[in-house]
């Protein structure tokens, strides 16, 4: 969020929701090996802005996956 909205570094603000299995949708064919990220943005930020927080999202999640499984 820092780097691809250019937010402060003290400007945090996440909220969690962890749901109980019963409580969880899993699409047809998909099991319960996967994460649901939303994110809820206010008018104005450029498409650009909005495909480099998309962009970072999956190399860093992809980098965290690719580190751990080295472990």
């Not at 749901?19 to 699409?27: G, N, P, Q, S």
């Not at 450029?46 to 472990?71: D, H, P, W």
Request: glycine share 2%.
């Amino acid at each position: 969020m820092v780097e691809a909205l250019e937010f402060p570094t003290e400007k945090k603000f996440h909220r969690f929701f962890p749901l109980d299995k019963e409580d969880f949708y899993f699409a047809s064919g998909k099991t319960e090996a996967y994460t649901i990220i939303e994110i809820s943005m206010f008018e104005g930020r450029t498409v650009e802005a909005k495909k480099q927080l998309i962009k970072l999202l999956f190399e860093r999640i992809n980098s965290t996956l690719n580190n751990l499984n080295k472990m």
